[in-house]
């Protein structure tokens, strides 16, 4: 889906989640009708203009059944008692690779992890150099948006146009930014050329 916008409005995302959670709930997808009735839609029109704008985004996939309704990438149920994070792309812990920073879906983080933020982000990680900290390749971790890490804490940083987590040093105008698996040297670069763009909150994983 290069180049499509797959951002959402209210009303979209509020029929993406109800077909999640329906899906999850029944083990099979909602129909129209569902649809219409659970979100106070009156029309079967108003239904599918927002499911063919949802397919057109790339979100679900429709067959030309009553209950033909796939729902594509990653879209979490939401739980009670969460808050959906956006995840906006893949984070290296090991060799830094590239930022990506569209929305691939949404993770549900509990509020007791994330309080009542609303401008987190999640990330997946790729990489096994953090396995010290318990942060394992293909995990998701939440990040709160901040440009300062106090000495030693886990952040995601930004090395040139490219991410990776790390614990973050300063010492004498210089950043290190420090493996948990010994397998890996310390990073080591000037302080301007390492951008903190937040601290590691949290983390998600799926067994």
Known sequence: MTGVNRKLTARQREVLEFIVNFSAERGFPPSIREIGAALGISSLRGVTVHLDALERKGWIERERTSRGIHVLGVVAPKSQGS?????????????????????EGYVPAPEEMVGKSTDLFALRVRGDSMTGDGVLPGD??????????????????????????????????????VSSNPAYEPIVIEREDAGVIGKVIGLIRNY
Do not use: C, F, H, S
């Open 83 to 103: 808050v959906d994070v956006p995840i906006v792309g893949t984070i290296a812990a090991g060799i830094p690779i590239p930022a990506i920073e569209n929305i």
């Open 140 to 177: 998701i971790v939440i990040v709160r948006p901040q440009k300062r890490a106090a000495n030693g804490e886990l952040a995601a940083v930004l090395v040139g146009d490219e991410a990776t987590i790390k614990r973050v040093y300063q010492e004498e105008g210089r950043a290190i930014l």
